[in-house]
């Protein structure tokens, strides 16, 4: 298997929140996903002549909640690459795919879907991840513009002249559709001490914050100082008290590994996630029903093949069919692990674990096939059906491995944020087997960096470039 790497980039949903842009800007940029499905539906609606009915307003009432979670708010940078393009329309049906999936799911519960013109459904529902799409290439272009039509520029200042109060005027400087100025940077070290380009643009000390403020209209100052220099920072916010510019600390985050990064607040406290679940709100919902979906298919189509390769099992050598083993999963809680007997010992791997070689005596000559083809993994479809396990995940390892290698690895436990995966990113890049510290640090790598960069997209194109490797992985045996 080689082990070219596609740039995560490409999967990469760029943050569309930005403190520095007009509360307004952003609520026309979070409302274009939720809206657009609602005039589909009304759209459709006098297209077939239906009337607008209370069934269907409870239809437009779930795609504008849904949308607002599924789908992400509008991005003011448009992409640009051919790649990003299809991407970018990959994504939108998933997504969409997933919100109708779950409408329609609901309507069935609640029993009102032999209320509805199924010809007004479906023509909505192939109609709108195209308009989605097309907003998706066209309203950036006009949020720029109705950015860039603001009668003023926001000035701002920079209190700390530090790498990171420089990497934020990069920033700000390469997005000027926000319309912000960095004017300059105040800091109490002498000149010669500071970077160079800070010193070109230094204004004073952080006592003269204050003043500055008032006599040139600043709108916004951040602050990029440590947060330990806290006599520092207290002076210079007791200093802003009477001023009416808005008012940002800048954590310096980088000395994390930041694994899905988010603000919140617990019952009126802020706190930021360093490490959090890339699962959580209506993506934990997109990816259950995505398993539920794809599991559920797969398993229908694979149903002949399990009950060969159980009948071969049984036929040429002695013990059960279906070989259990615990793992860890979700949050590091031990779950079983089904897989189709390959080997002549059934060792659960609880307190050691040997890894299987090639051409190791305990695994049988069925066992050699199926594990060559990984049709020995096909029951965990059962596991992603009751929910211990997903279809894309870090791969779970025995309990032994895992106890063996989170003293060794650092971060090896946060792989167990999500639920393991009957594939995942390791795999797909060469490291599915291998039980040398060095195969193993990597692993854990790959299975970070999927945790970083989630999302539907990502899960698909795993799960293609699984399909595409399945009989030739030099890896499995």
């Not at 960095?182 to 001490?193: C, H, K, L, Q």
Request: charge should be positive.
């Amino acid at each position: 298997m080689t082990n070219s790497r596609v740039p995560l980039s490409f999967f990469q949903r760029p943050s569309s929140v930005s403190a520095s842009e007009p509360p307004g800007l952003f609520v026309a940029k979070a409302l274009i996903h939720p809206i657009i499905p609602v005039a589909m539906l009304g759209i459709t609606l006098l297209l077939w002549g239906e009337p607008i009915e209370g069934h269907y307003f409870l239809v437009a009432v779930l795609a504008f909640v849904g949308a607002g979670e599924v789908l992400d708010v509008v991005s003011i940078d448009a992409p640009r690459a051919v790649t990003s393009v299809l991407a970018s329309l990959a994504d939108i049906v998933a997504r969409w795919l997933v919100l109708i999936v779950f409408i329609w799911a609901l309507l069935e519960i609640v029993g009102f879907a032999q209320r509805f013109n199924w010809h007004v459904l479906l023509t909505w529902a192939i109609s709108t991840p195209a308009v989605l799409w097309f907003s998706h290439l066209l309203m950036p272009s006009l949020l720029q513009r109705l950015r860039s039509k603001r009668s003023s520029r926001r000035r701002v200042v920079i209190a700390g002249a530090t790498e990171l109060g420089i990497r934020l005027a990069d920033r700000i400087a390469a997005a000027p559709w926000l319309g912000t100025e960095v004017v300059g940077y105040f800091d109490d070290r002498a000149p010669a001490r500071l970077p160079l380009r800070c010193r070109q643009q230094l204004l004073g000390k952080l006592s003269d914050v204050s003043a500055y403020v008032a006599q040139h209209g600043i709108d916004t100052v951040y602050i990029t100082l440590p947060m330990v220099r806290h006599r520092r920072v207290q002076e210079l916010l007791t200093s802003l008290g009477d001023s009416t510019s808005s008012i940002y600390f800048v954590p310096d985050l980088t000395v994390c590994d930041l694994v899905q990064p988010r603000f919140d607040l617990v019952n009126g406290i802020p706190v930021v996630a360093v490490c959090e679940s890339p699962f959580y709100g209506g993506r934990g919902i997109a990816k259950r029903l995505c398993d539920i979906l794809i599991a559920s298919v797969l398993i229908v189509l694979t149903a002949p093949v399990m009950l060969l390769v159980a009948a071969a099992i049984k036929c040429t050598s002695p013990g059960p069919v279906i070989f259990r083993q615990k793992r860890y999963g979700l949050d590091g809680k031990e779950i079983i692990v089904y897989k189709f007997r390959s080997m002549r010992v059934t060792e659960d791997g609880h307190t050691t674990y040997k890894q299987v070689e090639r051409n190791d005596a305990r695994v049988t000559p069925v066992g050699a096939f199926i594990r060559a083809t990984s049709l020995d993994e096909l029951p965990q479809l059962f596991n992603v059906l009751e929910g211990s396990m997903s279809i894309v995940g870090p791969r779970p390892h025995a309990i032994a491995v895992n106890e063996q290698y989170r003293r060794l690895i650092p971060g090896y436990m946060v792989r167990h944020k999500v639920k393991p995966g009957i594939t995942g990113w390791a795999q797909v890049n060469g490291y599915r087997g291998g039980d040398d510290l060095e195969s193993m640090r990597r692993r854990i790598e790959l299975d970070l960096e999927y945790l970083q960069h989630w999302s539907l997209m990502f899960d698909f194109m795993i799960i293609l470039r699984t399909a595409m490797i399945f009989w030739k992985d030099r890896n499995a045996y």
